[in-house]
């Protein structure tokens, strides 16, 4: 019997009579994690407890007193544990006993200055009723409370990992600062995923390095697949997991929607409309900055007050934004991740995603932003034509009772690290290769030979051009930024190698609600201009062609009888034109127009990857198809995105999967190790289909180079069929050969 409830109601009646529809709808009611002790029981310092008491809380759950009991035995901990459950609590309780108790100093670390301030009050609350002092440190610190928090250091420093990073490198007295930290807690630990968790393992190496001491860490995330994994990567030791409940608290309806023929951006402008007719308070979510400004345009229309929030935005228009959310002035915003995490925007009634989000722990994250104050959240999830969004219509339930997805990143990624040797250059001073750990001394001997490292006898020193990387050079990403500029003045920016899809000459880019088009695309100096067109019923994808080089592989394995490798390569992306589509049309749609430059754009780097040699010679259109059904196959599999990997295959039978992260994300390492149960997840996409040979629900990839040419399922299946029947011949990998297909 279908689920009764009156929004749930309100927008079948809505489809009903079109193509789209709600396939399945799932009631979750979450009960409140297992009880523990007294709050009395701990062993906790006498004031903290009844400062604890006056916070209404007298006994705690299960979960938060076996992690405040590690903590405070001076283990290094990862606690998990769906949004709103009390994390933070398990951990803070416990450094503020040993600030009482011992006078320690602790580091607490959030992913963003927003995350921070917007915990600063919760938190400093509890800091100032039991007389432990706190404070958040970042770049929007006035100088004069600067000055006050170096003159009195806290015991309770909030800040960022970008603050540290800066603050480390430039900053003498940030320095004195952190000298005496015992205790670090990155909480939303989650985030530290691809070039980011690969930054902020670094920083925190770094950070060790200058206190000198060992270091106590704790991470704090919402339900990830692999805790002990990810704390052994960002911290390079074993930890202690603590799991508290799967998800959020509360009932929660979560609700798949098929598009039909439609197009996801008109279903997901649909839903936002009714809800917000409701009186329900919207946040849309999709992967894709340009994707976030088009559907904000159509919610528009429909009449609905709604805003985007997004990288790539100035910090004061993202603010202002989240003030108008949470005063009422807007009635939804549609976001990229950077409202997944916790920041307070007020009650949200309602979660709707333009595309299931590139893994299940991502769904969980945003699906707990709806209803988190006692009240019902839903969670409205867009299913278009698309393998991997055919797979789970097909098995809802399979959707909804996946394992929490894995948080990887590769923890050497010299692109990454070469910014932290550059950074602790300017840390110390100086360096002497002699005492670095083997993989920043290879670095450093790079950077030398870059120029960005100067010998002067046995030691090494930053350059100026060096000092000006560390500063301007974020954490977020590993390639270089390409600065968008509109008659001369910077409105924007994206990293490479996204910038080449979209900032190529004529390519459609959208920002803060208005459209551009690309004028010029400057790729030695970062620079991008564009010109404003006005409003077109059309967006742009790049038609590019990839090449890999420099093969280096590490690992080999047999996997379904098929030799597959692992290592590193050279990827080289060439764009040679651009397709357009209509806004309204669906994935099935072909595209209005096709255009060829004279001279491609050009940009090559270092990456993670993996080869399979599927046969000495293949046909490449079953090669090119089933390329594309693996890649698909990564996002249940891997938790990867459309744009996380890449895909080039080879007539010589070799099939290439590419970390697009400069420097390698842990992303095409975990597809390497997973590849049996791709192969399978492939072979359920290609058998399947019911479509001749080939469309969007099973081959087709918004993101192929070559527009979805030479591609064939049937033959893709019968290849796939035979290795899964155990009649694969192994073939040695090689450096591939031949006309290659992205």
């Not at 769906?82 to 602790?106: C, Q, V």
């Not at 170096?150 to 600062?177: K, W």
């Not at 899809?501 to 010029?520: F, Q, T």
């Amino acid at each position: 019997m279908d689920y009764v409830d009156g929004v749930v109601e309100a927008v079948r009646a809505t489809l009903s009579g079109g193509p789209a529809r709600v396939v399945h709808v799932m009631v979750e009611d979450v009960a409140e994690p297992p009880p523990g002790p007294l709050v009395s029981e701990l062993g906790l310092a006498e004031g903290l407890v009844e400062a604890v008491r006056r916070e209404g809380l007298e006994r705690l759950y299960e979960y938060q007193a076996k992690a405040i009991r590690l903590i405070e035995a001076g283990r290094s901990v990862v606690i998990s544990s769906g949004t709103a459950t009390g994390k933070t609590e398990a951990f803070l309780l416990p450094l503020l006993d040993r600030a009482l108790k011992e006078g320690s100093r602790s580091l607490v670390l959030y992913p963003t200055k927003a995350l921070a301030k917007d915990q600063r009050a919760r938190m400093t609350r509890l800091c100032f009723s039991v007389g432990v002092s706190a404070a958040v440190y970042d770049g929007d610190t006035p100088e004069r409370e600067r000055a006050r928090i170096v003159e009195s250091p806290p015991a309770i420093l909030i800040t960022n990992p970008d603050m540290v990073h800066l603050g480390m490198a430039l900053s003498p007295r940030f320095r004195g600062l952190l000298e005496k930290v015992e205790a670090v807690v990155l909480d939303e630990a989650h985030v530290y995923e691809g070039a980011f968790g690969s930054h902020a393992r670094m920083v925190l190496k770094r950070l060790s390095m200058l206190t000198g001491r060992e270091l106590q860490f704790v991470a704090s995330s919402a339900t990830i697949g692999n805790p002990a994994e990810l704390g052994r990567l960002l911290f390079d030791r074993e930890v202690d997991v603590v799991e508290g409940l799967p998800r959020r608290r509360g009932r929660a309806v979560h609700v798949l929607v098929s598009t039909g023929p439609l197009s996801r951006w008109t279903l997901a402008s649909r839903l936002i409309y009714v809800l917000a007719r409701r009186g329900l308070r919207v946040l849309c979510f999709t992967d894709s900055q340009q994707m976030a400004e088009l559907l904000a345009r159509m919610a528009k229309r429909d009449g609905v007050k709604v805003a985007v929030h997004r990288a790539g935005l100035p910090k004061e228009e993202r603010v202002r934004v989240e003030e108008a959310l949470r005063a009422g002035r807007l009635e939804g915003v549609v976001a990229t991740p950077t409202l997944e995490l916790g920041i307070d925007v007020g009650v949200l009634d309602a979660v709707v995603m333009a595309s299931p989000p590139p893994s299940y722990t991502k769904y969980l994250q945003r699906a707990g932003r709806a209803g988190r104050r006692g009240g019902v959240g839903y969670v409205f999830t867009v299913l278009g034509d698309d393998p991997i969004d055919a797979y789970y219509e097909a098995r809802p339930h399979e959707f909804f009772n996946q394992a929490p997805s894995p948080i990887v990143f590769e923890p050497v990624n010299e692109e990454v690290l070469k910014l932290h040797v550059l950074a602790l250059a300017l840390q110390r001073g100086w360096l002497n290769p002699r005492d670095l750990p083997e993989d920043w001394r290879r670095v450093a001997e790079a950077l030398e030979a870059e120029g960005l490292l100067v010998a002067r006898g046995a030691r090494l020193y930053a350059s100026r051009e060096a000092w000006r990387l560390v500063k301007e050079r974020g954490l977020r990403g590993a390639g270089p930024e390409v600065t968008v500029y509109l008659e001369g003045r910077p409105i924007g920016y994206r990293e490479l190698p996204m910038a080449l899809h979209d900032l190529h000459p004529e390519a459609i880019y959208l920002h803060r609600g208005s459209v551009y088009e690309v004028v010029a695309l400057d790729l030695k100096r970062l620079r991008a201009e564009v010109r404003p067109v006005g409003d077109v019923p059309y967006y742009t994808r790049p038609l590019y062609e990839v090449h890999v080089e420099e093969l280096s592989l590490q690992e080999r394995r047999l996997v379904d009888g098929v030799e597959v490798a692992y290592g590193r390569g050279r990827v080289l992306k060439q764009v040679v034109g651009y397709a357009t589509y209509s806004i309204y049309a669906s994935e099935r749609g072909r595209p209005e127009s096709l255009k060829y430059f004279d001279e491609p754009l050009s940009w090559s780097y270092e990456t993670r990857l993996l080869v399979a040699r599927y046969a000495d010679c293949v046909d490449i259109e079953a090669a090119h198809a089933l390329e594309h059904a693996l890649i698909h196959a990564a996002r249940p599999v891997a938790g990867a995105g459309l744009t996380d990997l890449g895909g080039v295959s080879y007539p010589d039978g070799h099939v290439v999967v590419y970390d697009s992260t400069p420097g390698g994300s842990g992303l095409a390492k975990l597809v390497y190790q997973r590849l049996e149960r791709a192969h399978r997840v492939a072979y359920e996409i290609l058998s399947g289909c019911s479509c001749q040979d080939g469309c969007p629900r099973c081959v087709y990839d918004p993101f192929c180079g070559n527009n979805n040419r030479m591609l064939s399922r049937r033959k893709a299946l019968a290849m796939l069929s035979d290795i899964l029947a155990g009649r694969a011949r192994r073939i040695e990998v090689e450096e591939p050969t031949g006309r290659s297909l992205a």
